[in-house]
Structures are given as C-alpha cells and as structure tokens.
C-alpha cells in the first residue's frame, strides 16, 4: 500500500469517531462520543494484532508484554487525539449550521 492508503487506515477511526459523534446534540456529548470511540477503535485493533504474537521470555528483569495492557496504554494515547478530533467535527458543523441559517 502507498503512502496515501496507509495515511487514510490511519485516519479512518479518528473519522469515524468524530461522525458518530455528530448524532448527538451536546457539545460535550459530541466530543466525549468522538474520543472514546476513536480510543477503542485503536485499542481494539492493535489488542487483535497482538493476540496472534509469539509470547517469548523475558529479558532478565523485565516483564512479558501483555496484549490487554499495551491495547489500553494504545487507547489512552489516542483518547486525546479522538476528543480534538470531535471538537473540530463539532466546530465545523456548527460554521455550517449558522452559514446557512
């Protein structure tokens, strides 16, 4: 896959967060829909690719990778990343909203 393709598999949670975040009326439900929504996508995506990894031994003082663990530190990155992402949606909903009033 190409550059562009890769960016848009990227973006494709981000996005579809913020539009399920638009079928609410609040501001904050809006935004809050948006980032959990775009965090669990992620989580839940990477904890799949992990799962079918080969577990192998730890480094001598260090601890296994475990996939439920990466998968949420995954969603608390982008939990932030998802909550911009639906105030931006909501920003530019209500421009069009009053553009067009």
Partial sequence: MDEAGWMLLVALPLVLGGLLGLIFRRAWQRIAVAGVAAASMYAFVF?????????RGPIAGSMPADAFRTALEVGLVTLPIGLCTGAAFHLITRLIRTRQA
């Fill in 47 to 55: 904890h799949l690719t992990q799962l079918d990894m080969v577990r």
